[in-house]
């Protein structure tokens, strides 16, 4: 059963998917929370509807200022404003009678594996933590993959746009895909998804601030390896990750304390993972082997 759902938070109205499996409860839950740009009814809804029919309770949800949900300026990534998402959500399945509230884990594709990461790490409520093809943002790494003097130039081109926004300025925008030419997500493999078929959904727009990027380059997920224990987390990775690295998610496994579980997929690129076979059915079958040992 999939119901939709809206709840607030900081003001905002978020709205979601809450799917409930068919056999009597109270069951365990998770929440979802996917790739940058994605609305729920793309890659989160798929997992979400895969885990419900594993026996979850699932909320898949658009993030403020994304899909359906509420929130300025639209297509902005609001990295602090997503945590206070998750929260929230964990406190609507709390509520629900259909959830053990004692039993609830936040499950994280792409960059939602590093949100999700960090959320489960800092909140007690939350039990378990699984990350699929993620992107564990840290600054470290993000000012390494840069030319000498390149992430100060990149963040003094930022600090010029939000300047000029908190003067009364028009928020910037730029392409979230695009097969040639500038976009937040370039190159072929990001359009293969969005700019086709394979993603489209009425909720989703090909654009995104030009701000979001300065988010996702400042963005510390990674931090919440280092504080997710004791509770359980478990990798699933694709071993040639184009976007996510597989080193990333591997530093990742390395700085948790467990119990812990890394699993590799033989996927060659990122978004296999998003809703191809066997790579999906695959990525499902650990993550509900491993929630159903530790939750």
Same mark, same amino acid.
């Given at each position: 059963?999939?119901?939709?759902?809206?709840?607030?938070?900081?003001?905002?109205?978020?709205? &979601?998917?809450? $799917?409930?499996?068919?056999?009597?409860? =109270?069951? =365990?839950?998770?929440?979802?929370?996917?790739?940058?740009?994605?609305?729920?009814?793309?890659?989160?809804?798929?997992?979400?509807?895969?885990?419900?029919?594993?026996?979850?309770?699932?909320?898949?949800?658009?993030?403020?200022?994304?899909?359906?949900?509420?929130?300025?300026?639209?297509?902005?990534?609001?990295?602090? %404003? +997503?945590?206070?998402?998750?929260?929230?959500?964990?406190?609507?399945? $709390?509520? $629900? =009678?259909? /959830?053990?509230?004692?039993?609830?884990?936040?499950?994280?594709?792409?960059?939602?594996?590093?949100?999700?990461?960090?959320?489960?790490?800092? #909140?007690? *409520?939350?039990?378990?933590?699984?990350?699929?093809?993620?992107?564990?943002?840290? =600054?470290?790494?993000?000012?390494?993959?840069?030319?000498?003097? %390149?992430?100060?130039?990149?963040?003094?081109?930022?600090?010029?746009?939000?300047?000029?926004?908190?003067?009364?300025?028009?928020?910037?925008?730029?392409?979230?895909?695009?097969?040639?030419?500038?976009?937040?997500?370039?190159? &072929?493999?990001?359009?293969?998804?969005? &700019?086709?078929?394979? %993603?489209?959904?009425?909720?989703? *727009?090909?654009?995104?601030?030009?701000?979001?990027? *300065?988010?996702?380059?400042?963005?510390?997920?990674?931090?919440?390896?280092?504080?997710?224990?004791? +509770?359980? &987390?478990?990798?699933?990775?694709?071993? /040639?990750?184009?976007?996510?690295?597989?080193?990333?998610?591997?530093? /990742?496994?390395?700085?948790?304390?467990?119990? +812990?579980?890394?699993?590799?997929? #033989?996927?060659?690129?990122?978004?296999?993972?998003?809703?191809?076979?066997?790579?999906?059915?695959?990525?499902?079958?650990?993550?509900?082997?491993?929630?159903?040992?530790?939750?």
């Amino acid at each position: 059963m999939s119901e939709k759902v809206k709840f607030t938070v900081d003001g905002v109205t978020l709205v &979601g998917d809450l $799917r409930v499996p068919a056999t009597p409860g =109270p069951h =365990p839950a998770l929440v979802l929370t996917g790739p940058f740009t994605g609305t729920r009814d793309q890659v989160i809804g798929l997992y979400a509807s895969r885990l419900a029919g594993a026996g979850y309770v699932t909320l898949a949800f658009d993030h403020r200022n994304w899909g359906e949900s509420g929130g300025e300026p639209r297509c902005h990534e609001d990295a602090q %404003g +997503k945590l206070h998402d998750l929260r929230a959500a964990v406190s609507l399945l $709390r509520s $629900r =009678p259909e /959830v053990d509230g004692e039993r609830i884990g936040a499950v994280g594709i792409c960059l939602g594996a590093g949100y999700a990461l960090k959320f489960a790490a800092f #909140d007690p *409520r939350v039990k378990v933590f699984a990350g699929i093809a993620g992107a564990y943002n840290n =600054p470290y790494g993000m000012r390494a993959g840069m030319s000498p003097g %390149g992430y100060q130039d990149a963040l003094g081109s930022f600090a010029g746009i939000l300047e000029r926004q908190d003067l009364g300025g028009p928020v910037e925008y730029l392409p979230a895909v695009a097969q040639e030419g500038e976009a937040a997500m370039p190159s &072929g493999e990001p359009f293969a998804y969005y &700019g086709t078929s394979r %993603g489209a959904s009425v909720h989703w *727009r090909n654009e995104v601030t030009r701000a979001s990027v *300065r988010e996702l380059i400042t963005l510390d997920n990674m931090t919440g390896a280092d504080f997710l224990s004791p +509770k359980p &987390g478990l990798i699933v990775h694709g071993v /040639v990750d184009g976007f996510c690295s597989p080193e990333g998610a591997e530093e /990742v496994y390395k700085r948790m304390d467990g119990p +812990k579980k890394l699993v590799w997929l #033989d996927a060659k690129r990122h978004i296999d993972l998003y809703d191809t076979e066997p790579y999906v059915t695959q990525a499902v079958d650990a993550t509900a082997a491993f929630l159903g040992e530790h939750l």
